[in-house]
């Protein structure tokens, strides 16, 4: 919520400063000046350089590692399978010889080269059997690969199925995750693997059990899929922790039913789960259950709190909860709430007088997410009024943080520009304790 830009101007550093200006030169006039951090003197137009035709430059290089294609050494080939890879679908004219690669001796090579397929993409469909035989190898590796190359390249429903149907019995647990994460992304079409995927809800890898949890709710199989996920959510590993949580966030409000085993994660050790956590209760509608935290003692997870109910609270809650809020001593749950009360647009408007008064907080990234706010609910036109008047505060970070707003709000951009130029260039200046 609270993104570089921000940071990075927030600092009375010199080069932050610098950089600062540079980053918002490079949004406002399309990437087209370059500027030196701590010459400002060098901000002036760039010629572009001359050089050698697109198509000649590719022609040449994949005519060069077509030929190392053919080399004895094992890591010539995987090097050239790499480049060509990176070229993507320009790298077609090396299928023949990637799809001659498939049969390579060193698995690393056969899956490497699945992949490359793969980000080739449709006009590989011509290697369809082949990665279709490479689903049998007994590599796990080149197994996985053929499996994503299928699914990139789009291969049919009916062709792919049946063998990832056979891979959910895969010995490999991550070959069997796979597996059922290609069928969630085939959709609709795979709904005829639900036969096969039930039994796997008691797998004996957590990994397998919460990838068929995820299959089975995108196939509307969600009451089959809940029972296996709610005792994962106690998991001593906090990333099955936190891939449980996130699958039944996955299934809305269809997974209410797991609120009361949710919450705990609130306070859970991991951060990461408590994310995942958070954003699950939002996503199931639990809103009233969690607002009681945004009075919690640890502030970041009522920040994390302030997120969740300001992108997917009902207006009215956001309302009564967060204009309190935007009197708060943390100055990131003030940000959070003025964004969060940003997000309700109009629906927002007797929040007004509270937000105006946040446009001269101490706090950079609070005068900015105010002001942005402000946008939202009022329009540009009223807020530029309202802002104008702050490019003549006695703080010359107030200022600076009005010029940015004004700048991005469309106002004069060029004048804002210098504006800011020459607020950071007195900043600079100025003795740094």
């Known amino acids: 919520m609270r993104n570089r830009t921000e940071k990075l101007a927030r600092s009375t550093s010199p080069n932050f400063l610098e950089m600062t200006w540079a980053i918002l030169k490079i949004i406002l006039w399309g990437g087209t000046l370059a500027i030196g951090i701590g010459d400002r003197t060098s901000a002036q137009p760039v010629a572009p350089m001359s050089k050698p035709s697109p198509t000649q430059t590719t022609f040449q290089n994949i005519s060069t590692l077509i030929e190392k294609l053919e080399s004895p050494k094992p890591i010539d080939r995987l090097n050239a399978i790499d480049g060509l890879a990176n070229m993507g679908s320009a790298a077609s004219p090396a299928i023949p010889q990637l799809i001659d690669l498939l049969q390579d001796e060193f698995p690393g ?252 907080d101490r706090d950079f990234e609070v005068r900015k997410s105010a002001a942005e706010a402000l946008g939202r609910i009022e329009g540009v036109d009223t807020t530029i009024s309202r802002l104008t008047p702050f490019l003549k505060d006695a703080d010359p970070q107030v200022r600076l943080s009005a010029a940015f707003s004004l700048a991005e709000l469309g106002y004069k951009p060029m004048e804002m520009l210098k504006l800011i130029q020459n607020l950071i260039d007195g900043m600079s200046n100025s003795p740094q304790p």
Not at 127 to 132: K, S, V
Not at 143 to 157: C, D, E, H, V
Not at 212 to 218: E, G, R, W
Not at 289 to 305: A, K, Y
């Open 109 to 360: 090579i056969r899956s490497s080269a699945a992949r490359a397929l793969g980000a080739i993409g449709e006009p590989a469909k011509i290697a369809i059997p082949e990665l279709t035989a490479l689903l049998q190898d007994p590599n796990g590796t080149v197994r996985a690969s053929s499996t994503r190359t299928l699914q990139r390249i789009r291969a049919m429903p009916q062709v792919e199925i049946p063998r990832l149907i056979a891979l959910l019995k895969d010995s490999d647990p991550n070959i069997r995750s796979r597996a059922a994460h290609e069928l969630y992304l085939l959709g609709e079409p795979a709904k005829v693997a639900i036969p096969a995927l039930i039994p796997l809800l008691k797998d004996s890898d957590l990994n397998v059990r919460i990838a068929i949890s995820a299959v089975l709710n995108k196939m509307g199989e969600t009451k089959l899929a809940i029972p296996t996920l709610i005792p994962l959510l106690k998991d001593s590993n906090p990333l099955i922790r936190q891939g449980a949580v996130n699958v039944l966030g996955l299934m809305k409000v269809s997974a209410k039913e797991a609120t009361s085993q949710i919450l705990p994660l609130l306070k859970d050790s991991n951060l990461e789960v408590r994310h995942s956590a958070t954003f699950a209760l939002g996503r199931i509608g639990a809103i009233a259950q969690v607002t009681p935290f945004l009075r919690d003692s640890d502030p970041s997870l009522r920040n994390l709190i302030a997120e969740v109910l300001g992108s997917m609270g009902e207006p009215n809650v956001v309302l009564a909860q967060f204009v309190p809020l935007l009197k708060d001593t943390d100055p990131r749950m003030r940000s959070n709430a003025a964004q969060g009360l940003g997000w309700k647009g109009t629906a927002a408007s007797p929040a007004i007088p509270h937000l105006v008064l946040l446009l001269s």
